[in-house]
């Protein structure tokens, strides 16, 4: 079975600083990986997306991830935090070659500080 | 490309009471994903069509929830005999068979009294 584990449930970081948010996943066969960004009362929107292409993947808005196999890891980053950021960060793993549905961490909220 | 909608994007009622939710998809999109999220959890797959054809239910999926597609465009989502632990956002997503990308709609967010 597949899993998402995303480390933290609140992280705050000043603005202009570095962004980084943890997910670590759990799959038996090789995953397709995503991160997903949530502003309040709205629906969710695709930030990037790892489908066993590059390891590291640039989405949009400036953040990036990359996919660790030897860690099972696939954290989010960007360099410099904007106020605009501030939303709630879903990690998710999928099987697309077998029952394509998504399974998705609890969520982790980004807090920017002025 | 419009992107996926869903009505209505609020609904209170109250315990008992049967709600039913619409999706329409992005245009072409041939396969639609229900999923339902909690306060605070990320969200949890209920169902998904390809077409018309109800391919996957979750084991969430209890009796009282249907889901139809009836001509493998716009979907819809029954809750009968609702009940307070039913309260969360229900989000419906769509894609298409040339890409591994879900699109995501506004949601429904469903209160039970």
């Known amino acids: 079975a597949q899993s998402v584990t995303q480390l933290g449930s609140h992280v705050s970081v000043s603005e202009g600083a570095l962004v980084l948010l943890r997910c670590n996943y759990s799959?038996?066969?090789?995953?397709?990986l995503f991160w997903y960004v949530q502003y309040p009362n709205q629906g969710l929107q695709l930030l990037l997306k790892?489908?066993?292409?590059?390891?590291l993947v640039k989405g949009i808005n400036g953040f990036e991830a990359e996919f660790k196999k030897s860690e099972t890891s696939f954290h989010l980053t960007k360099p410099s935090a904007h106020m605009s950021d501030a939303a709630e960060y879903f990690c998710a793993v999928s099987d697309l070659n077998r029952d394509d549905k998504i399974i998705f961490g609890k969520g982790t909220r980004l807090h920017i500080l002025p | 490309d419009t992107g996926v909608s869903q009505d209505p994007r609020h609904k209170i009622t109250k315990r008992g009471q049967n709600v039913t939710f619409r999706c329409d998809p992005i245009s072409e999109h041939n396969r639609l994903y229900w999923y339902r999220q909690t306060l605070g959890q990320g969200p949890e797959f209920l169902t998904y069509?390809?077409?018309?054809?109800?391919?996957?239910k979750s084991r969430l999926l209890s009796d009282r929830f249907s889901a139809e597609r009836p001509k493998g465009s716009f979907s819809t989502l029954e809750i009968q005999r609702t009940e307070q632990g039913d309260s969360a956002m229900y989000l419906c997503a769509s894609r298409s068979a040339y890409t591994d990308t879900q699109y995501f709609g506004p949601g429904t967010r469903l209160t039970v009294l």
């Open positions: 069509f390809q077409n018309e054809a109800q391919l996957e």
């Open positions: 790892y489908t066993s292409a590059a390891t």
């Open positions: 799959s038996s066969v090789p995953p397709y």
